[in-house]
């Protein structure tokens, strides 16, 4: 039997019900995959453990199946796959593409300004390598985390063309620096955690929020070096706020009301330039419309 062309995943992390944000997400990455004939599935991201709230994911895949969104496939659990993010690790470390990091956010802060930089006069300059193997090391202090090596000059730049926002570049060392892929507190980073798993649920196409794209150049470089496949990705437009701030749980967005998941869909279908089904069309059906229009 021939693979589906097209194998899309919505990601979200249990820190709270889904609000009309996330499912504007989750709607958009479904009916790209069904546009395409292709297969949906549902990751839960619950690596930050800290921010989890428990018994969220229970309650999001209750909103999602509500609302007629179903995985094509067995739900997976990023707290179940340390192992997996171990294995990852440790072949960079034997690529010499990552190295153990003794440097608090002090730390970093004063080795920017000791160049006559800072974060907050400077938001785009990244890591400065304090503890690169080629600048000392850990120079005898304990290692917090662990980085990713991204080298430098062609090396660290990526292009990538995006199906929404079209041509995009990042030129990593500069802006963003070796970024951290397993945290000082021994959590692993989304970084690391994403890219393995993209590749294990064979996910050929990305879609997300805008909020995302910046995420996208780290995952690349991390997918080369790892050697993994580079899913085709697009970013959706962001749900904002009455003050024209991204709409989340954090600026206290409310969760969907599944009591009429009909009308959770046809807001989110609305963001999505999708017109509206009438009152009484079941979920299902009106998915199956929405995709039929081929507009994603």
Same mark, same amino acid.
């Given at each position: 039997?021939?693979?589906?062309?097209?194998?899309?995943?919505?990601?979200?992390?249990?820190?709270?019900?889904?609000?009309?944000?996330?499912?504007?997400? /989750?709607?958009?990455?479904?009916? @790209?995959?069904?546009?395409?004939?292709?297969?949906?599935?549902?990751?839960?991201?619950?690596?930050? *453990?800290?921010?989890?709230?428990?018994?969220?994911?229970?309650?999001?895949?209750?909103?999602?199946?509500?609302?007629?969104?179903?995985?094509?496939?067995?739900?997976?659990?990023?707290?179940?796959?340390?192992?997996?993010?171990?294995?990852?690790?440790?072949?960079?470390?034997?690529?010499?593409?990552?190295?153990?990091?003794?440097?608090?956010?002090?730390?970093?802060?004063?080795?920017?300004?000791?160049?006559?930089?800072?974060?907050?006069?400077?938001?785009? %300059?990244?890591?400065?390598?304090?503890?690169?193997?080629?600048?000392?090391?850990?120079?005898?202090?304990?290692?917090?985390?662990?980085?990713? @090596?991204?080298?430098?000059?062609?090396?660290?730049?990526?292009?990538?063309?995006?199906?929404?926002?079209?041509?995009?570049?990042?030129?990593?060392?500069?802006? !963003?620096?070796?970024?951290? !892929?397993?945290? /000082?507190? &021994?959590?692993?980073?989304?970084?690391? +955690?994403?890219?393995?798993?993209?590749? /294990?649920?064979?996910?050929?196409?990305?879609?997300?929020?805008?909020?995302? #794209?910046?995420? *996208?150049?780290?995952?690349?470089?991390?997918?080369?070096?790892?050697?993994?496949?580079?899913?085709?990705?697009?970013? *959706?437009?962001?749900? #904002?706020? %009455? @003050?024209?701030?991204?709409?989340?749980?954090?600026?206290?967005?409310?969760?969907?009301?599944?009591?009429?998941?009909?009308? /959770?869909?046809?807001?989110?279908? &609305? @963001?999505?330039?999708?017109?509206?089904? +009438? *009152?009484?069309?079941?979920?299902?059906?009106?998915?199956?419309?929405? +995709? +039929?229009?081929?507009?994603?």
């Amino acid at each position: 039997m021939s693979q589906p062309v097209c194998i899309g995943r919505f990601a979200p992390s249990p820190t709270g019900p889904l609000h009309e944000g996330s499912l504007v997400a /989750a709607l958009a990455s479904y009916l @790209h995959a069904r546009t395409r004939l292709g297969r949906w599935l549902v990751r839960i991201e619950d690596i930050d *453990t800290p921010r989890c709230v428990p018994g969220a994911d229970r309650i999001i895949l209750q909103q999602l199946a509500s609302c007629g969104l179903h995985s094509d496939g067995a739900v997976l659990w990023q707290s179940q796959r340390s192992m997996h993010y171990q294995e990852a690790l440790e072949r960079l470390i034997q690529q010499s593409r990552a190295y153990p990091c003794a440097c608090s956010r002090k730390d970093i802060e004063y080795a920017l300004l000791e160049r006559g930089l800072s974060h907050e006069r400077h938001p785009g %300059i990244g890591y400065p390598g304090s503890c690169r193997p080629e600048n000392g090391g850990l120079s005898g202090r304990p290692a917090r985390a662990w980085r990713f @090596h991204v080298g430098s000059g062609d090396r660290a730049h990526v292009g990538w063309h995006d199906e929404g926002l079209g041509t995009q570049q990042q030129q990593v060392d500069a802006e !963003v620096g070796d970024f951290v !892929v397993r945290r /000082a507190d &021994g959590l692993w980073a989304y970084q690391l +955690a994403v890219v393995v798993d993209d590749a /294990a649920q064979g996910i050929t196409h990305v879609v997300r929020g805008q909020d995302l #794209m910046d995420n *996208t150049a780290r995952q690349i470089l991390l997918q080369q070096a790892l050697g993994l496949p580079r899913p085709v990705y697009r970013h *959706t437009p962001l749900v #904002m706020g %009455i @003050h024209g701030e991204k709409l989340s749980k954090q600026n206290g967005a409310q969760p969907i009301d599944t009591g009429d998941p009909l009308a /959770a869909l046809n807001r989110a279908a &609305g @963001h999505l330039g999708l017109p509206p089904q +009438a *009152t009484g069309t079941s979920p299902e059906k009106a998915l199956e419309t929405w +995709a +039929a229009l081929g507009r994603l």
